[in-house]
């Protein structure tokens, strides 16, 4: 089975761990502070600030900015679910706008007229590893003075106009989860320009604790801490995110020059002035391909690829994150959602493995 994802991993990840783990030094310490640092520069951001996972970055970057219960963060519906989790948790509410069906991210024409008066961010996702369109986004939220909001998770090295994502909004989430570019099984980092948001998120990651002041807590904290094992291990990943993401890229490539001659797919489109790192290359199946998108899945699973859909369900039509009654009309989420399919372009697979891939979609 070609499976569609699994992390690179080699002894260099295992020794990491292991001389981590043989120190006696297992909680957050210096490893955390290296990988903060490394990453720090990998976005070309200020401040890195590690904790245990994506969801709990995206909560604590949420907390930093001072969301609070009531307010409104405009997001897409076409995301995983952690994005308008974080929201919720706050008590804050989700309001989902639609999404450009060429770079499945937010549709900044939609984002405007969502605006309220409790409207406080815009919470951007760069889907499949794909920078959303920022200047527009900013554009809008410089005309309603809105904090902007970048949701890394699937993006870690990818560009938008030369600058890095981790570093194209006011706060950003990553996420080192184990099917991410880089990964350490559960892992996370925000990072940001902003002294006063950094040093609120290293206080909302231990309890509220200052680094100087311990037992001293400042405001409802939460237990956000990374372990050094993990950041051990993502340190090891680091070294390996330019080979990572030219694989991937070179995978993205092949696929793309044959699925583009394919009646019936679309391959993945990338926008101006920005990289994809292809954290999934997603296709649409059209109403012109011989078979159904779920009709293909099945097939490739029976040729031996794995695929899966990201995401067959938008956000809006889960009841407890739904706002009002009435859904307005989500055309191109809706349509994404019916069409899209991430087929496999982990750093594992070969290029035989690839070649296969195309015949099998090729010749159906
Ligand atoms: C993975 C992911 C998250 C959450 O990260 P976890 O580390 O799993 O908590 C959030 N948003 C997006 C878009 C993701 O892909």
């Known amino acids: 089975m070609i499976v569609l994802n699994r992390p690179s991993v080699s002894n260099h990840e295992a020794e990491a761990a292991a001389k981590v783990i043989l120190s006696g030094h297992l909680a957050q310490g210096k490893y955390v502070a290296e990988l903060e640092k490394k990453f720090a520069l990998l976005c070309g951001s200020k401040y890195a600030i590690a ?24 997001t897409t519906p076409f995301t995983f679910i952690a994005t308008a989790n974080a929201v919720s948790m706050i008590g804050a509410k989700p309001v989902f706008a639609d999404i450009d069906l060429e770079t499945f991210n937010l549709d900044a024409r939609t984002i405007e007229k969502l605006i ?26 410089r005309r309603h003075n809105l904090i902007i909001v970048e949701d890394a998770a699937q993006s870690v090295y990818a560009t938008y106009k030369r600058r890095r994502s981790g570093n194209l909004a006011d706060i950003s989430c990553f996420s080192f989860y184990a099917t991410k570019n880089i990964m350490s099984g559960e892992g996370g980092m925000i990072t940001t320009n902003n002294k006063r948001y950094a040093n609120f998120s290293q206080l909302i990651r231990n309890h509220g604790q ?76 059209t109403s012109l391909y011989g078979k159904s998108r779920d009709e293909l899945q099945t097939y490739l699973l029976e040729k031996g690829i794995q695929s899966t859909v990201y995401y067959p369900k938008p956000l809006y039509t889960f009841s407890y994150l739904r706002e009002g009654k009435k859904l307005p009309q989500y055309v191109n ?32």
């Open 116 to 141: 309220t008066k409790k409207t406080k961010a815009i919470l951007v996702v760069n889907l499949y590893g794909q920078p959303a369109t920022y200047t527009e986004i900013r554009k809008v939220a």
């Open 51 to 74: 904790v245990n996972n994506g969801t709990a970055a995206l909560h604590t970057a949420l907390l930093a900015i001072g969301l609070k219960a009531g307010d409104e963060v405009i």
């Open 333 to 364: 989420t809706e349509c994404a959602a019916a069409e899209c399919l991430s087929i496999p372009i982990n750093t594992n697979i070969t290029d035989r493995q690839v070649a296969y891939i195309i015949s099998v979609l090729q010749n159906i």
């Open 210 to 285: 200052g680094k100087e002041k311990k037992y001293d807590y400042k405001f409802l904290g939460y237990n956000y801490r990374m372990t050094d094992v993990l950041a051990a291990v993502a340190i090891e990943q680091l070294k390996k995110i330019r080979l990572f993401t030219k694989r991937r890229q070179l995978i993205a490539r092949k696929y793309t020059k044959e699925i583009i001659k394919i009646r019936g797919l679309i391959p993945p489109i990338v926008g101006k002035n920005r990289s994809h790192v292809y954290h999934q290359y997603t296709i649409r199946v």
